[in-house]
């Protein structure tokens, strides 16, 4: 998690939120859970999120790391 996630809290749908499904597997379960659309929406939704804000943090970092204008 960064911390601008932390500083700009706020509730955004691309995150899973609290009332998701946390049950825990068990070894005598032996068929495999099919997702359904919403999750899946979900999962994509997040996968977009994460690759903007890695765009976003490439851009700041180049901008901090850019050579100085030439001095005229």
Do not use: G, W
């Not at 932390?6 to 995150?15: G, P, T, V």
């Not at 499904?21 to 859970?33: E, I, Q």
């Not at 994460?50 to 030439?70: F, N, S, T």
């Amino acid at each position: 998690m960064l911390l601008t996630e932390f500083l700009n809290k706020h509730e955004d749908e691309s995150y899973p939120s609290n009332n998701d499904d946390k049950s825990v597997y068990k070894l005598s379960d032996l068929r495999k859970t099919r997702l359904t659309l919403a999750q899946l929406n979900k999962l994509r939704n997040i996968r977009d999120v994460k690759k903007v804000e890695a765009e976003k943090k490439i851009k700041d970092i180049r901008q901090q790391y850019r050579p100085a204008p030439q001095a005229v």
